[in-house]
């Protein structure tokens, strides 16, 4: 963490007032590993499906989170001290005191305490557990205003806007909805640096699907992938998807899709394969909406660390929001072909409720003909309830066409932690070696996704190879590559600067320069180093950039 800091990877939020656990600033070089992780992000998660970006608010209405079911259920457990006042997370603090793993109930919580008799780090007793929610709110509007949330998961717009995005997509599933933001949540005690966070980022995908064919056109992709998966009995194992899902071990195939496409896209990004593995929930564990889900779980210095949460929310997001808003959020899907169904049918008999119902009789008869076959029928008639009895209806039996049916689609969602990912990415990539006699700290990051693509260095910090330095810097930046120029310090510094950094490539004018305008390419994980014309720079390392290519396939090679 002190290189991340010293670095310019991660800052502390508000350090000159002392900091504020839950906060952190990305640094330049953070900021720009985060960004080339979020653009891998939409590679695979966006353009490569059939699913389109969105940008929601983060302020929302309270509504939203009343038909969510979060007003009432995003809560963690939390104990506050009589004595000293300090309130934390209880299933953590039990968790670093007694080392016990709890349910995360108020009752279990209360259970540990007394069977331990916890106490407080100050020696204080502590107050019953009770849950304490996790958004924070605040107020639309001057004055009272509107009650309104950060929201903590960017879902919700996505939910919210269902209808538009069905339009968008011309009414078919299967499809997606992305968004790329921030979230909050108000925890309780975050004690964990960058891994748990007060404000964070999350890249989302909602894949709605119809709950009838829960199977993803490129399923095939992936399905031969092995991946290590711990069950919700703690039960290992290294499987195909395609098995996972034959045993059932996953439940249906766009879950094993997105487990097996997440694993690509982390290891893309510089993720461990022997330091990654999916863990099913365990049933007491789950969020509210959820009735399946998966984390993508990286061993770290703080542990296994969660992610990506890939659960399967059921229909229960967009059945609130319908109940909640009054708003239709069925799909009509259309069968292959019409079906023909035998179905029991209200005919009206309009000579016995013309003399009863007189001017009612027709409107009466409108209703009758949609209502549900019963002995007896309630009907609505300008706010007043009218009992329709069996003498003024038949029921018959009639065969009809159907040509589709409505259903509530069901939401599959990936959702990545993008701080946690970006923080385990460099975790992954630091390492230390011998260079030259010389202990070396590296960040082997992959070449994609490096802040700082290449560096243009002068041998010596004198004109005139500063001058053309500089030039072959600038004629890089426009060329669109990530550049630095810097010419303090000896070269060696320099080279060690930029292997701490995890810049791949650095390029040294030296005198060599002036005679045939070539330069050298310094690769930083193997050190090794090749002449190029300036004029090939461009094509080279683009090449370079997107690929694992090793240096000396583009020059000659320099300095053995
Ligand atoms: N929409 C589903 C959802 O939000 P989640 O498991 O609560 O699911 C998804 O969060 C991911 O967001 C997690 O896997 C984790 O990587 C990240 N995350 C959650 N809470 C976080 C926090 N307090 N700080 C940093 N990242 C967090």
Redesign the pocket.
């Known amino acids: 963490m002190e290189m991340l800091v010293r670095r310019g990877f991660l800052w502390q939020s508000f350090e000159i007032y002392g900091g504020m656990a ?1 906060f952190i600033d990305y640094a330049p070089l953070g900021t720009g590993l985060r960004r080339r992780i979020e653009d891998i992000w939409r590679k695979y998660f966006v353009i490569n499906e059939r699913a389109a970006e969105i940008d929601t608010p983060t302020v929302c209405i309270e509504e939203v989170f009343i038909a969510s079911g979060h007003v009432e259920s995003f809560t963690d457990v939390a104990i506050e001290c009589e004595k000293c006042g300090r309130i934390f997370r209880a299933d953590h603090y039990v968790k670093e005191k007694l080392g016990i793993d709890v349910d995360e109930t108020v009752e279990a919580i209360k259970e540990v305490m007394e069977t331990y008799g916890l106490e407080c780090e100050c020696g204080g007793k502590f107050k019953d557990p009770k849950p304490l929610g996790l958004m924070f709110s605040t107020t639309i509007g001057p004055g009272k205003g509107k009650r309104g949330y950060l929201r ?4 919700q717009g996505m939910f919210v806007d269902f209808r538009r995005l069905l339009d968008y997509f011309r009414g078919k599933l299967p499809f997606g909805a992305a968004q790329i933001g921030r ?1 909050y ?1 108000n ?1 309780i005690s ?1 004690r964990q640096g ?5 404000e ?3 890249a ?1 995908l909602e894949y709605f699907v119809n709950p009838k064919e829960k199977r993803h056109p490129e399923f095939y992709k992936v399905a031969s992938d092995v991946v290590k998966l711990v069950d919700k009995f703690d039960n290992e194992h290294e499987i195909t998807l395609r098995e996972a899902v034959e045993k059932g071990i996953i439940a249906h195939e766009v879950l094993a899709y997105f487990i097996g496409k997440t694993r690509r896209f982390l290891l893309e990004i510089g993720i461990k394969d022997e330091k990654l593995r999916f863990r099913q929930h365990k049933d007491d564990e789950r ?1 509210h ?1 959820a009735v399946d ?1 998966w ?2 779980e990286v061993l770290t210095s703080f542990g296994w ?5 890939i ?1 399967d ?1 059921s229909d229960y997001d967009l059945r609130r929001h319908s109940m909640y808003s009054g708003e239709d959020l069925a799909v009509f899907i259309q069968y292959s072909e019409p079906i023909r169904v035998k179905k029991k049918k209200v005919i009206p008999k309009m000579e016995k409720l013309g003399p009863v119902f007189k001017d009612k009789a027709k409107k009466i008869a409108e209703m009758l003909k949609d209502a549900t076959p019963a002995d007896e029928i309630v009907l609505k008639i300008d706010s007043e309830e009218v009992k329709i009895t069996r003498e003024f209806f038949e029921v018959v039996e009639v065969e009809e066409e159907i040509a589709g049916e409505k259903i509530i689609p069901h939401v599959i ?1 990936p ?7 970006t923080y385990a990415v460099l975790e992954h990539a630091y390492d230390r070696d011998i260079v030259d006699g010389e202990e070396r700290r590296v960040l082997r990051l992959k070449r994609w996704v490096a802040p700082i693509q290449v560096a243009v260095l002068p041998l010596l910090s004198r004109e005139p190879f500063t001058t053309r330095a500089q030039e072959i810097a600038s004629m890089l930046k426009s060329e669109g590559f990530y550049t630095e120029y810097d010419d303090s310090g000896s070269i060696g510094r320099r080279y060690r600067r930029f292997d701490e950094i995890g810049t791949p490539f650095c390029i040294t004018v030296d005198h060599q320069t002036f005679e045939d305008d070539t330069v050298t390419i310094r690769d930083r994980d193997t050190t090794k180093q090749v002449r190029v014309k300036v004029s090939e720079l461009p094509n080279v390392l683009r090449e370079l950039l997107n690929s694992e290519k090793d240096i000396t396939e583009f020059g000659i090679v320099f300095r053995e």
């Open positions: 839950g903590p998961e960017t879902a979230a949540r925890e975050p960058v891994i748990r966070l007060r964070f980022n999350q989302e969020a909406y889900c984390d993508a660390v969660e992610v990506v949460g659960a929310r969602e959702s990545f932690g993008l701080d946690r990912i």
